[in-house]
Structure formats: C-alpha cells, structure tokens
C-alpha cells in the first residue's frame, strides 16, 4: 500500500470514486426497473 502524502491520497480518492461509481450504475437500473414495474404504472 503506498500512503506517501499526495499519491496515498489521490490512490484513497480514486478507490472512493470507483465503489461510487459501481453502486451508481447497479442501483439506477434496478431503480428504473422498480418505477417502471411498481404500482404508479
């Protein structure tokens, strides 16, 4: 692991976007499912 200031830091940020960006693209098409498929419809 390196942990050497500004690289520790961008690698901390890069792996806190990437768990963002995998639960944003898993959870708006099961979202959108769930709108289209719900009651409302």
């Known amino acids: 692991m390196y ?3 500004t690289f520790g830091n961008y690698t901390r ?3 806190v ?3 963002i960006f995998v639960l ?3 959870l708006v098409p099961s979202y ?3 709108c289209t498929t719900g ?3």
Request: proline share 6%; no cysteine; net charge neutral.
């Open 3 to 5: 942990d050497r200031g």
């Open 17 to 19: 976007f990437l768990i």
């Open 32 to 34: 959108q499912t769930v």
């Open 39 to 41: 009651p409302g419809n």
């Open 24 to 26: 944003f693209f898993l």
């Open 13 to 15: 940020w890069a792996v």
